[in-house]
């Protein structure tokens, strides 16, 4: 796996520059940065002495893809990697949709993001200008673009605890959604952190060893430890978990499979969200779940007294949909 980058002025949280510099200057320094959004001033200047921290942003924009409610933006790395993040628009602002790392080592069989497996974790700064360069209009976060969020979790912790501070950009941790396949031990971690997010949990199956095929990084993982791990952080700070199954036709959607979830999910703070397949690059691997078929299952999950909402990602039509990003646009030459 390749190093973390040099740290950029994005890296640095308030108390850093203030005990680096001064207070007056920390305080400067966020509002120049996530308020006025610039790039150059003599604080910024001193800032990067002080601290040793890299010249250059970390980020540069390589490409935008428009589509009807998301653009997809291409971003290249220092080192030569790149990585992808989506907007999307809402009626009541805008959603950044972030990468936490380059590449993935899940492997999840229905996405593009882990096919190379992992290169390397972001730098919190590097998730931090992922936010920026998305637009001034953003007021929700959601870690479901490449990179499990929870491998990374202290480069992940540092970008959210940068990007709710008053002081900078100030947003609502109840607007920041981690997206992960649960990794318990983690989960534990994330449980005694004093930050109200949101937890989305890819469940994808109701057995261990479908989990498995689906999710080959998280072999060493059951069910149950998943669920009660994230039970646990939702008692701690009074939430609902949000699980996501991928309903597979042929591998997941059975009559059997409802019964299972109802049972492993009775009496939890959960809501399910079901999801359809997108196709990816080279995938005709699954097929997509049909109207009755989703129907069906839905009902037998609500029948069993869950909560259940059937989603469709944003983006379909940029490629920029549920485990769609990535191997698109920088697929290795022939
Ligand atoms: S779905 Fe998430 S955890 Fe699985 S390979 Fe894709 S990015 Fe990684």
Not at 168 to 193: A, H, M, V, W
Request: one cysteine or more; charged letters at 25%.
């Amino acid at each position: 796996m390749r190093r973390l980058p040099h740290p950029s002025i994005y890296d640095l949280d308030h108390d850093t520059v203030a005990t680096a510099i001064d207070d007056a200057t920390a305080a400067r320094v966020y509002r120049q940065l996530y308020r006025e959004r610039r790039r150059s001033s003599d604080d910024l200047a001193r800032t990067r002495a002080a601290t040793g921290t890299a010249d250059a942003a970390p980020l540069r924009r390589l490409g935008v893809t428009q589509g009807r409610m998301s653009t997809k933006y291409l971003f290249g790395l220092a080192d030569g990697g790149a990585i992808e993040s989506v907007r999307i628009r809402r009626r009541t602002g805008m959603t950044a949709c972030v990468s936490s790392q380059v590449g993935c080592a899940f492997g999840c069989t229905f996405c593009a993001s882990g096919r190379l497996g992992l290169q390397r974790h972001l730098r919190a700064g590097e998730i931090v200008q992922q936010v920026l360069e998305l637009g001034p209009r953003i007021n929700r976060i959601v870690f479901m673009g490449i990179g499990e969020p929870l491998h990374n979790y202290e480069q992940v912790l540092a970008a959210i605890r940068i990007l709710r501070d008053r002081r900078g950009l100030g947003l609502k941790t109840s607007g920041i959604t981690i997206s992960t396949i649960g990794i318990p031990r983690r989960l534990r971690q994330l449980r005694e952190e004093h930050l109200k997010l949101n937890l989305t949990i890819s469940l994808h199956a109701s057995t261990d060893e479908v989990r498995r095929a689906l999710i080959p990084g998280a072999r060493g993982v059951r069910l149950a430890q998943v669920i009660e791990a994230s039970q646990s952080w939702a008692h701690r700070h009074n939430r609902t978990v949000t699980y996501v199954y991928l309903l597979l036709p042929g591998i997941n959607d059975a009559p059997a499979d409802a019964r299972r979830i109802t049972r492993l999910l009775e009496g939890a703070k959960a809501r399910i969200n079901l999801m359809r397949w997108n196709p990816v690059l080279g995938g005709d691997t699954y097929q997509r779940v049909d109207d009755r078929s989703l129907a069906r299952f839905r009902a037998a999950l609500h029948h069993g007294g869950l909560d259940v909402t059937v989603r469709d990602t944003q983006g379909k039509d940029i490629d920029a949909a549920c485990g769609q990003l990535w191997l698109r646009d920088l697929r290795p030459d022939p």
